[in-house]
Protein backbone atom coordinates (compact mmCIF):
# COMPACT_ATOMS: atom_id res chain seq x y z
CA UNK A 1 0.00 0.00 0.00
CA UNK A 2 1.28 3.33 -1.32
CA UNK A 3 1.41 6.57 1.07
CA UNK A 4 0.37 9.64 0.49
CA UNK A 5 2.97 11.91 -0.14
CA UNK A 6 2.19 15.25 -1.75
CA UNK A 7 5.31 17.64 -3.09
CA UNK A 8 5.49 20.83 -1.45
CA UNK A 9 2.71 22.92 -1.34
CA UNK A 10 2.89 26.65 -2.21
CA UNK A 11 0.25 28.96 -0.74
CA UNK A 12 -3.38 27.14 -2.21
CA UNK A 13 -2.47 23.55 -2.50
CA UNK A 14 -5.05 22.65 -5.36
CA UNK A 15 -3.50 20.30 -7.84
CA UNK A 16 -4.29 19.62 -11.62
CA UNK A 17 -4.60 16.30 -13.17
CA UNK A 18 -0.86 17.69 -15.60
CA UNK A 19 0.45 17.27 -11.98
CA UNK A 20 0.57 13.95 -10.80
CA UNK A 21 3.47 12.53 -12.15
CA UNK A 22 2.92 8.67 -13.16
CA UNK A 23 5.83 7.36 -12.97
CA UNK A 24 6.73 8.21 -9.03
CA UNK A 25 2.96 8.51 -8.00
CA UNK A 26 3.86 11.59 -6.57
CA UNK A 27 2.08 15.33 -7.10
CA UNK A 28 4.49 17.59 -8.29
CA UNK A 29 4.70 21.31 -8.05
CA UNK A 30 5.40 21.57 -11.93
CA UNK A 31 2.10 23.46 -12.49
CA UNK A 32 0.20 25.15 -9.46
CA UNK A 33 -3.29 26.56 -10.34
CA UNK A 34 -5.70 27.78 -8.31
CA UNK A 35 -8.98 26.63 -9.04
CA UNK A 36 -11.18 29.50 -9.88
CA UNK A 37 -15.01 28.07 -8.54
CA UNK A 38 -15.85 27.82 -5.36
CA UNK A 39 -16.31 23.89 -5.19
CA UNK A 40 -15.85 22.20 -1.65
CA UNK A 41 -16.31 18.56 -3.73
CA UNK A 42 -13.73 16.25 -4.62
CA UNK A 43 -13.02 16.36 -8.18
CA UNK A 44 -13.21 13.29 -10.12
CA UNK A 45 -10.61 12.26 -13.35
CA UNK A 46 -10.31 9.50 -15.55
CA UNK A 47 -7.23 8.64 -17.39
CA UNK A 48 -4.18 7.70 -14.77
CA UNK A 49 -6.61 7.29 -11.78
CA UNK A 50 -9.13 9.45 -9.92
CA UNK A 51 -7.43 12.36 -8.37
CA UNK A 52 -9.37 13.96 -5.66
CA UNK A 53 -8.94 17.63 -4.97
CA UNK A 54 -9.69 18.06 -1.31
CA UNK A 55 -11.01 21.92 -0.93
CA UNK A 56 -12.70 20.75 2.35
CA UNK A 57 -10.25 23.10 4.45
CA UNK A 58 -10.24 26.63 2.32
CA UNK A 59 -11.36 29.16 4.42
CA UNK A 60 -14.74 31.49 3.50
CA UNK A 61 -14.27 34.74 2.82
CA UNK A 62 -16.59 37.94 2.62
CA UNK A 63 -16.31 37.67 -1.56
CA UNK A 64 -17.47 33.88 -1.58
CA UNK A 65 -19.87 34.77 0.97
CA UNK A 66 -21.67 37.34 -1.05
CA UNK A 67 -21.63 35.85 -4.71
CA UNK A 68 -23.01 32.55 -3.48
CA UNK A 69 -25.80 34.72 -1.71
CA UNK A 70 -26.13 36.84 -5.27
CA UNK A 71 -26.58 33.73 -6.77
CA UNK A 72 -29.35 32.47 -4.31
CA UNK A 73 -31.19 35.68 -4.67
CA UNK A 74 -31.36 34.87 -7.95
CA UNK A 75 -32.28 30.84 -7.80
CA UNK A 76 -35.36 31.51 -5.21
CA UNK A 77 -37.09 33.48 -7.21
CA UNK A 78 -36.99 32.15 -10.56
CA UNK A 79 -37.10 28.47 -9.15
CA UNK A 80 -40.07 28.92 -7.08
CA UNK A 81 -41.85 31.75 -9.42
CA UNK A 82 -41.50 29.19 -12.00
CA UNK A 83 -43.41 26.41 -10.16
CA UNK A 84 -46.16 28.63 -9.03
CA UNK A 85 -45.94 30.00 -12.72
CA UNK A 86 -45.98 26.42 -14.60
CA UNK A 87 -48.71 25.27 -12.09
CA UNK A 88 -51.48 28.42 -13.47
CA UNK A 89 -49.79 27.70 -17.22
CA UNK A 90 -51.09 23.89 -16.92
CA UNK A 91 -54.24 24.32 -15.57
CA UNK A 92 -55.75 26.16 -18.68
CA UNK A 93 -53.49 25.06 -21.13
CA UNK A 94 -53.58 21.35 -21.10
CA UNK A 95 -50.75 19.92 -22.72
CA UNK A 96 -47.39 20.70 -20.33
CA UNK A 97 -45.39 18.13 -22.05
CA UNK A 98 -45.57 20.16 -25.43
CA UNK A 99 -45.28 23.09 -23.05
CA UNK A 100 -41.76 21.96 -21.76
CA UNK A 101 -40.84 20.75 -25.25
CA UNK A 102 -40.95 24.39 -26.33
CA UNK A 103 -38.99 25.48 -23.34
CA UNK A 104 -35.86 23.44 -24.21
CA UNK A 105 -36.07 25.29 -27.87
CA UNK A 106 -36.47 28.59 -26.50
CA UNK A 107 -33.27 28.01 -23.85
CA UNK A 108 -31.04 26.58 -26.56
CA UNK A 109 -31.95 29.79 -28.70
CA UNK A 110 -31.39 31.94 -25.81
CA UNK A 111 -28.28 30.34 -25.40
CA UNK A 112 -26.80 30.03 -28.65
CA UNK A 113 -27.62 33.68 -29.26
CA UNK A 114 -26.01 34.79 -26.37
CA UNK A 115 -22.40 32.62 -27.23
CA UNK A 116 -22.81 33.91 -30.32
CA UNK A 117 -22.89 37.89 -29.40
CA UNK A 118 -20.07 36.82 -27.13
CA UNK A 119 -18.18 35.41 -29.36
CA UNK A 120 -18.64 38.32 -31.76
CA UNK A 121 -16.30 40.83 -29.46
CA UNK A 122 -14.31 38.10 -27.97
CA UNK A 123 -12.85 34.50 -28.41
CA UNK A 124 -15.05 31.59 -29.36
CA UNK A 125 -16.26 29.29 -26.57
CA UNK A 126 -16.06 26.05 -26.00
CA UNK A 127 -17.18 23.24 -28.45
CA UNK A 128 -17.39 19.11 -27.25
CA UNK A 129 -16.56 17.04 -30.10
CA UNK A 130 -20.24 14.03 -30.48
CA UNK A 131 -18.04 11.66 -28.51
CA UNK A 132 -17.84 13.79 -25.63
CA UNK A 133 -21.26 14.70 -25.78
CA UNK A 134 -22.60 11.27 -25.84
CA UNK A 135 -20.27 9.99 -22.71
CA UNK A 136 -21.21 12.88 -20.41
CA UNK A 137 -23.70 15.38 -22.03
CA UNK A 138 -26.50 12.89 -23.47
CA UNK A 139 -26.98 11.07 -19.72
CA UNK A 140 -27.92 14.14 -18.23
CA UNK A 141 -29.81 15.89 -21.09
CA UNK A 142 -31.90 13.05 -21.00
CA UNK A 143 -32.19 12.86 -17.44
CA UNK A 144 -32.86 16.62 -17.36
CA UNK A 145 -35.76 16.18 -19.45
CA UNK A 146 -37.25 13.25 -17.83
CA UNK A 147 -37.30 15.60 -14.46
CA UNK A 148 -38.96 18.52 -15.47
CA UNK A 149 -41.25 16.56 -18.15
CA UNK A 150 -42.50 14.49 -15.50
CA UNK A 151 -42.59 17.44 -12.84
CA UNK A 152 -44.80 19.21 -15.12
CA UNK A 153 -46.72 16.96 -16.01
CA UNK A 154 -46.99 15.77 -11.99
CA UNK A 155 -48.83 19.59 -11.62
CA UNK A 156 -51.90 18.25 -13.50
CA UNK A 157 -52.49 15.87 -10.27
CA UNK A 158 -50.75 17.03 -7.07
CA UNK A 159 -50.90 20.36 -5.20
CA UNK A 160 -47.77 22.40 -5.00
CA UNK A 161 -47.45 21.46 -1.47
CA UNK A 162 -46.84 17.72 -1.97
CA UNK A 163 -45.12 18.13 -5.08
CA UNK A 164 -42.44 20.21 -3.33
CA UNK A 165 -42.21 17.25 -0.54
CA UNK A 166 -42.26 14.73 -2.71
CA UNK A 167 -40.38 15.93 -4.84
CA UNK A 168 -37.28 16.39 -1.56
CA UNK A 169 -37.21 12.78 -2.32
CA UNK A 170 -34.69 13.70 -5.00
CA UNK A 171 -31.88 13.85 -1.84
CA UNK A 172 -32.23 9.91 -1.83
CA UNK A 173 -31.82 9.25 -5.48
CA UNK A 174 -28.73 11.94 -5.01
CA UNK A 175 -26.93 9.93 -1.99
CA UNK A 176 -27.24 6.84 -4.04
CA UNK A 177 -25.95 8.05 -6.95
CA UNK A 178 -23.08 9.34 -4.99
CA UNK A 179 -22.19 6.44 -3.54
CA UNK A 180 -22.21 4.81 -6.37
CA UNK A 181 -20.24 7.31 -8.33
CA UNK A 182 -17.72 6.77 -5.28
CA UNK A 183 -17.99 11.28 -4.84
CA UNK A 184 -19.80 9.88 -1.26
CA UNK A 185 -18.43 7.14 1.32
CA UNK A 186 -21.19 5.61 3.59
CA UNK A 187 -21.41 6.61 6.85
CA UNK A 188 -24.08 6.00 9.45
CA UNK A 189 -24.65 9.36 9.85
CA UNK A 190 -25.82 9.67 6.00
CA UNK A 191 -28.03 6.28 6.96
CA UNK A 192 -29.95 8.33 9.75
CA UNK A 193 -30.10 11.44 7.88
CA UNK A 194 -32.01 9.32 4.47
CA UNK A 195 -33.71 7.52 6.74
CA UNK A 196 -35.58 10.89 8.43
CA UNK A 197 -35.82 12.32 5.11
CA UNK A 198 -37.66 8.96 3.59
CA UNK A 199 -39.97 8.88 6.94
CA UNK A 200 -40.85 12.24 7.04
CA UNK A 201 -42.24 11.78 2.91
CA UNK A 202 -44.20 9.05 3.75
CA UNK A 203 -46.27 10.40 6.78
CA UNK A 204 -46.81 13.98 4.44
CA UNK A 205 -48.58 11.49 2.02
CA UNK A 206 -50.25 9.50 4.79
CA UNK A 207 -54.22 9.70 4.60
CA UNK A 208 -53.90 12.69 2.50
CA UNK A 209 -57.27 13.72 1.12
CA UNK A 210 -54.93 15.21 -1.51
CA UNK A 211 -52.93 12.55 -2.89
CA UNK A 212 -53.03 11.30 -5.85
CA UNK A 213 -51.07 8.13 -6.92
CA UNK A 214 -50.75 8.93 -10.32
CA UNK A 215 -49.18 12.68 -9.61
CA UNK A 216 -47.47 10.48 -6.77
CA UNK A 217 -45.87 8.45 -9.02
CA UNK A 218 -44.61 11.09 -12.04
CA UNK A 219 -42.76 13.03 -9.06
CA UNK A 220 -40.58 10.24 -7.44
CA UNK A 221 -40.27 8.96 -10.75
CA UNK A 222 -38.15 12.92 -11.60
CA UNK A 223 -36.75 12.58 -8.48
CA UNK A 224 -34.76 9.81 -9.38
CA UNK A 225 -33.98 11.46 -12.88
CA UNK A 226 -32.71 14.23 -10.85
CA UNK A 227 -30.45 12.11 -8.65
CA UNK A 228 -28.39 10.90 -11.77
CA UNK A 229 -28.98 14.65 -13.56
CA UNK A 230 -26.96 16.86 -10.70
CA UNK A 231 -24.96 14.03 -9.98
CA UNK A 232 -23.12 13.92 -12.98
CA UNK A 233 -23.90 17.42 -14.19
CA UNK A 234 -21.38 17.84 -11.18
CA UNK A 235 -18.88 15.43 -12.45
CA UNK A 236 -18.54 17.06 -16.03
CA UNK A 237 -18.71 20.86 -14.83
CA UNK A 238 -15.88 20.09 -11.99
CA UNK A 239 -13.83 18.43 -14.21
CA UNK A 240 -10.90 20.81 -15.86
CA UNK A 241 -9.77 18.71 -18.24
CA UNK A 242 -13.30 19.05 -19.85
CA UNK A 243 -13.44 22.99 -19.69
CA UNK A 244 -17.59 22.59 -19.58
CA UNK A 245 -17.59 24.57 -16.16
CA UNK A 246 -19.78 27.98 -17.18
CA UNK A 247 -23.67 27.26 -17.25
CA UNK A 248 -24.23 28.79 -20.55
CA UNK A 249 -21.57 26.10 -21.99
CA UNK A 250 -24.18 23.30 -20.30
CA UNK A 251 -27.52 24.47 -21.05
CA UNK A 252 -26.22 25.24 -24.45
CA UNK A 253 -24.86 21.61 -25.05
CA UNK A 254 -27.38 19.91 -22.92
CA UNK A 255 -30.93 21.46 -24.97
CA UNK A 256 -30.63 19.70 -27.62
CA UNK A 257 -30.06 16.23 -25.54
CA UNK A 258 -33.12 17.03 -23.49
CA UNK A 259 -35.44 16.93 -26.50
CA UNK A 260 -34.54 13.22 -27.50
CA UNK A 261 -36.38 11.88 -24.60
CA UNK A 262 -39.67 14.33 -24.88
CA UNK A 263 -40.58 13.68 -28.28
CA UNK A 264 -41.69 10.54 -28.00
CA UNK A 265 -43.21 10.87 -24.56
CA UNK A 266 -45.31 14.01 -26.41
CA UNK A 267 -46.40 11.47 -29.02
CA UNK A 268 -47.29 8.86 -26.59
CA UNK A 269 -49.18 10.62 -24.16
CA UNK A 270 -50.66 14.01 -26.02
CA UNK A 271 -50.51 12.76 -29.44
CA UNK A 272 -54.05 12.30 -29.63
CA UNK A 273 -54.96 15.65 -28.45
CA UNK A 274 -53.02 17.73 -30.39
CA UNK A 275 -54.75 19.77 -32.53
CA UNK A 276 -55.60 23.32 -33.91
CA UNK A 277 -57.59 23.85 -31.63
CA UNK A 278 -55.76 22.47 -28.32
CA UNK A 279 -52.85 24.28 -29.22
CA UNK A 280 -53.95 28.24 -30.76
CA UNK A 281 -56.47 28.12 -28.20
CA UNK A 282 -55.95 29.57 -24.58
CA UNK A 283 -59.40 29.39 -21.79
CA UNK A 284 -61.46 28.23 -25.00
CA UNK A 285 -60.55 31.51 -26.85
CA UNK A 286 -58.37 31.06 -30.33
CA UNK A 287 -55.45 33.16 -28.70
CA UNK A 288 -52.43 32.30 -30.73
CA UNK A 289 -50.34 35.21 -29.34
CA UNK A 290 -50.94 35.02 -25.82
CA UNK A 291 -50.29 31.50 -26.44
CA UNK A 292 -46.57 31.75 -27.66
CA UNK A 293 -45.78 34.81 -25.66
CA UNK A 294 -46.47 32.76 -22.27
CA UNK A 295 -44.64 29.95 -23.28
CA UNK A 296 -42.07 32.00 -24.15
CA UNK A 297 -41.67 33.75 -20.93
CA UNK A 298 -42.10 30.29 -19.30
CA UNK A 299 -38.87 29.18 -21.59
CA UNK A 300 -36.67 32.49 -20.53
CA UNK A 301 -37.73 32.28 -17.06
CA UNK A 302 -36.70 28.47 -17.31
CA UNK A 303 -33.25 29.41 -18.61
CA UNK A 304 -32.76 31.85 -16.22
CA UNK A 305 -33.31 29.38 -13.22
CA UNK A 306 -31.04 26.54 -15.05
CA UNK A 307 -28.66 29.23 -15.22
CA UNK A 308 -28.73 29.98 -11.65
CA UNK A 309 -28.93 26.13 -10.69
CA UNK A 310 -25.55 25.89 -12.76
CA UNK A 311 -23.81 28.25 -10.75
CA UNK A 312 -24.84 26.99 -7.22
CA UNK A 313 -23.66 23.87 -8.57
CA UNK A 314 -20.32 25.01 -9.90
CA UNK A 315 -19.63 27.51 -6.83
CA UNK A 316 -20.98 25.51 -3.54
CA UNK A 317 -20.97 21.68 -2.44
CA UNK A 318 -23.49 19.75 -1.64
CA UNK A 319 -24.04 21.16 1.87
CA UNK A 320 -24.70 24.62 0.99
CA UNK A 321 -27.38 23.24 -1.94
CA UNK A 322 -29.33 21.21 0.76
CA UNK A 323 -29.11 24.06 2.65
CA UNK A 324 -31.07 26.18 0.01
CA UNK A 325 -33.05 23.71 -0.72
CA UNK A 326 -34.23 23.51 2.61
CA UNK A 327 -35.25 27.38 2.48
CA UNK A 328 -36.53 27.11 -1.02
CA UNK A 329 -39.23 24.41 0.14
CA UNK A 330 -40.31 25.79 3.13
CA UNK A 331 -41.11 28.83 1.25
CA UNK A 332 -42.70 27.15 -1.47
CA UNK A 333 -44.71 25.34 1.07
CA UNK A 334 -45.71 28.28 2.98
CA UNK A 335 -46.67 30.15 -0.57
CA UNK A 336 -48.68 27.53 -1.54
CA UNK A 337 -50.46 27.40 1.82
CA UNK A 338 -51.27 31.10 1.56
CA UNK A 339 -51.95 31.60 -2.24
CA UNK A 340 -53.96 28.05 -3.39
CA UNK A 341 -55.42 27.14 0.51
CA UNK A 342 -53.53 23.50 0.39
CA UNK A 343 -54.21 21.78 3.14
CA UNK A 344 -51.70 20.23 5.56
CA UNK A 345 -52.63 18.44 8.54
CA UNK A 346 -50.86 17.13 11.69
CA UNK A 347 -49.57 14.26 10.44
CA UNK A 348 -48.41 16.03 6.84
CA UNK A 349 -46.46 18.74 9.10
CA UNK A 350 -44.80 16.11 11.60
CA UNK A 351 -43.01 14.82 8.13
CA UNK A 352 -42.47 17.64 7.15
CA UNK A 353 -40.41 18.30 10.16
CA UNK A 354 -39.07 15.15 9.93
CA UNK A 355 -37.88 15.16 6.22
CA UNK A 356 -36.36 19.38 7.15
CA UNK A 357 -34.65 17.45 10.24
CA UNK A 358 -32.75 14.98 7.85
CA UNK A 359 -31.44 17.63 5.51
CA UNK A 360 -30.77 20.00 8.57
CA UNK A 361 -28.82 16.98 10.17
CA UNK A 362 -26.93 16.11 6.40
CA UNK A 363 -25.50 19.69 6.39
CA UNK A 364 -24.53 19.96 9.87
CA UNK A 365 -23.01 16.59 9.71
CA UNK A 366 -21.35 17.55 6.33
CA UNK A 367 -19.78 20.90 8.01
CA UNK A 368 -18.68 18.79 10.87
CA UNK A 369 -16.75 17.11 8.82
CA UNK A 370 -15.22 19.57 6.75
CA UNK A 371 -13.94 21.71 10.10
CA UNK A 372 -12.21 18.80 10.92
CA UNK A 373 -8.94 18.98 8.54
CA UNK A 374 -7.73 15.88 10.19
CA UNK A 375 -10.49 13.44 10.79
CA UNK A 376 -10.94 10.28 9.49
CA UNK A 377 -12.73 11.60 6.11
CA UNK A 378 -9.99 13.17 5.17
CA UNK A 379 -7.58 10.10 5.87
CA UNK A 380 -10.12 7.98 3.73
CA UNK A 381 -10.24 10.36 0.99
CA UNK A 382 -6.11 10.21 0.86
CA UNK A 383 -6.49 6.04 0.75
CA UNK A 384 -9.07 6.51 -1.76
CA UNK A 385 -6.93 8.70 -3.92
CA UNK A 386 -3.75 6.20 -4.26
CA UNK A 387 -6.13 3.34 -4.33
CA UNK A 388 -7.65 5.02 -7.53
CA UNK A 389 -3.76 5.99 -8.52
CA UNK A 390 -2.85 2.56 -8.12
CA UNK A 391 -5.70 1.13 -10.03
Partial sequence: MMTYVPAEKPESPLWTRRDFDATTRQLTPSRWVVWRSLCEQCVPFTGCGRICRDLN?????????????????LYYPLSIGLTFYQKWFIKNYKLPLFVVCWHYI?????????????????????????????????????CASLDI????????????????MAKSSSILFIVAFSLLLRLERWRPAL?????????????????????????????????????????????????????????????????????????PLIIMF??????????????????????????????????????????????????????????KEVA????????????????????????LSGMTLHGMSRKRQRSRPGSPQDDSRKLLMVEDVET
Wanted: aromatic share 10%; hydrophobic share 50%; net charge neutral.
Fill in 106 to 142: VKWLAAVCIRAIYEFFHKKRIRLHLKEQLRWLAPIGI
Fill in 270 to 327: EGGELSYTTVLFYKQHYAPVQVTLLIICGGLLAFCMEMSEYLLLVNTSGITLNIFGIV
Fill in 57 to 73: NRPFTIDMVLKIALIAL
Fill in 191 to 263: GLETGLIATGLFLFTWHSSQLDLTGLLLVELAASCTGVRWTVSQLVMQREEQALNHPLDMVAHVQPWMLIPIV
Fill in 332 to 355: TLLLAHLLNNDRLSWVNLAGLVLC
Fill in 149 to 164: GLSNWALEYVTVSLYT
